[in-house]
């Protein structure tokens, strides 16, 4: 069966930082691409991040272009999730998620395949 499960998550203040890990296993495609996703108290997922197993490409929302860095360990099958500079608004609970149906990146959630369950983040003001 294929799992992810992301970890890191925790309370930090306004500046500080995180590093969210997603474990994956379960699969052997050639391609495929991993997602960090989050959701805010009272609102709607948000694609945050993405990287792609083939090249390393990766992709980021605006709001934490600068802030944020994803990266990949295959030998690990770990994707990471460097959160810097972390403010309120990125309170949320933070999902990973595979997509292995096409391999290019996305930040829409329709497009993937397999969840984990979340990790929350707090970042207190």
């Known amino acids: 069966d294929v799992q992810l499960q992301a970890s890191g998550g925790g309370l930090v203040q306004t500046g500080g930082s995180l590093r969210l890990s997603c474990a994956t296993s379960?699969?052997?495609?050639?391609?495929?691409?991993v997602g960090w996703f989050r959701r805010a108290p009272g609102k709607g997922r948000e694609g945050v991040s993405c990287v792609e197993s083939s090249d390393g490409s990766t992709i980021y929302t605006d709001s934490v272009k600068g802030r944020f860095t994803i990266s990949s360990d295959n030998a690990k099958n770990t994707v990471y999730l460097q959160m810097n500079n972390l403010k309120p608004e990125d309170t949320a609970v933070y999902y990973c998620?595979?997509?292995?149906?096409?391999?290019?990146?996305?930040?829409?959630?329709?497009?993937?395949?397999?969840w984990g369950k979340g990790t929350l983040v707090t970042v207190s003001s």
């Open positions: 379960g699969f052997t495609v050639d391609g495929y691409a």
């Open positions: 998620a595979l997509k292995i149906i096409g391999l290019s990146c996305s930040l829409y959630d329709f497009e993937y395949d397999y």
